[in-house]
């Protein structure tokens, strides 16, 4: 690398996280901006959009571009992001209540279209932000603030929503493990498509039933030899309820939505209003 190659420091903003002592979203964010610097982002080319959640605190902390929206909204708002400035280098993040919670219909939507950007979901499985609430990824056997006897509600399997999805790049990460993040981060923002992973972050403070300690026990990283084009396979390891699998589960090439754009402009020749509406952008 030369002299000028942006280090792993130019990715951190002058604001120190504001997280709790021991918050696993540390363990997120510093592999996030080792990858940063890895791929050589440029941080004037890159927009971090976040919904609202302890997690959504994310692009305060980096300095690139930031957008701190409404809570599950990170999606719509980053893909049209992309769809409009396509050179941008474009990041969602959010958590478990913000992106399958309120916002989870979203995710269908921006998987089928294969809007080119990385969705980083940070699943504690509680509203940390609002202090402990259930999140839709709660154990029904756990229990919170609202659920003060037990849990009524069945969890969603995120990992097996965004494969059925067919998101064209599904990765699982633990913040326990930061370094196998940090290769997961660059995979993810070298793909080409929506890339999107499902990361588990102990909240250490208002979570005391799922812990590092108790994600220790279960988290098994994919053999080396793993298929990542067999999608059902990967529905079999998202239907494991004994082992957290973690690494690229899937991945497929197939072309964005700005690459069918883009074709269909060519095809129709001449305008009749895509141009325009995209051009103005460009
Ligand atoms: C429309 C709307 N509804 C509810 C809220 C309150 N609210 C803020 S953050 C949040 C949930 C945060 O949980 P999560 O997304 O899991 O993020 P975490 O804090 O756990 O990282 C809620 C319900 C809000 N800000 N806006
Ligand atoms: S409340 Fe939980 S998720 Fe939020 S900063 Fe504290 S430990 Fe992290
Ligand atoms: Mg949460």
Redesign the pocket.
């Known amino acids: 690398m030369s002299d000028t190659a942006l280090k792993v420091a130019d990715f951190k903003s002058d604001l120190k996280p504001i997280w709790c002592s021991g918050c696993g979203d540390f363990g997120v964010i510093t592999p996030f901006y080792q990858a940063l610097a890895e791929i050589q982002a440029v941080p004037k080319e890159t927009v971090i959009v976040s ?6 605190r994310f692009p305060y902390f980096c300095n690139t571009y930031g957008f701190h929206g ?2 599950g909204r990170a999606l719509p708002t980053a893909a049209g992001v992309k769809i409009s400035r396509p050179d941008l280098k474009v990041i969602a993040v ?5 992106g399958l919670g ?1 916002g989870g219909g979203h995710i269908a939507h921006v998987a089928r279209k294969n809007v080119d950007m990385t969705y980083i979901l ?1 699943d ?1 499985s ?5 202090k402990g609430q259930s ?1 839709p990824t709660s154990p029904i056997s756990m229990t919170s603030k609202t659920a003060p006897h037990t849990g009524i509600e069945e969890p969603l399997n995120p990992l097996l929503m965004f494969l059925s999805y067919h998101a064209s790049f599904v990765a699982r990460g633990y913040s326990g493990k930061p370094k196998n993040l940090k290769q997961l981060f660059v995979d993810a923002m070298n793909h080409k498509g929506f890339s999107i992973l499902h990361i588990f972050s102990p ?1 250490v403070s208002m979570n005391k039933q799922i812990t590092f300690k108790t994600m220790n026990e279960i988290v098994k990283p994919l053999p080396d030899d793993w298929d990542t084009s067999n999608r059902l396979a990967a529905m079999e390891k998202a239907l494991d309820e004994d082992t957290f699998w973690t690494g690229l589960v899937y991945q497929d090439e197939r072309p964005t939505i700005n690459d069918r754009l883009d074709s269909l402009e060519e095809k129709l020749g001449r305008y009749d209003g895509l141009s325009e509406l995209l051009g103005q952008y460009k």
């Open positions: 919904g609202i959640g302890c997690s959504g409404v809570h959010g958590g478990d209540g913000d309120i940070i504690n509680i509203y940390g932000l609002t999140s909240c």
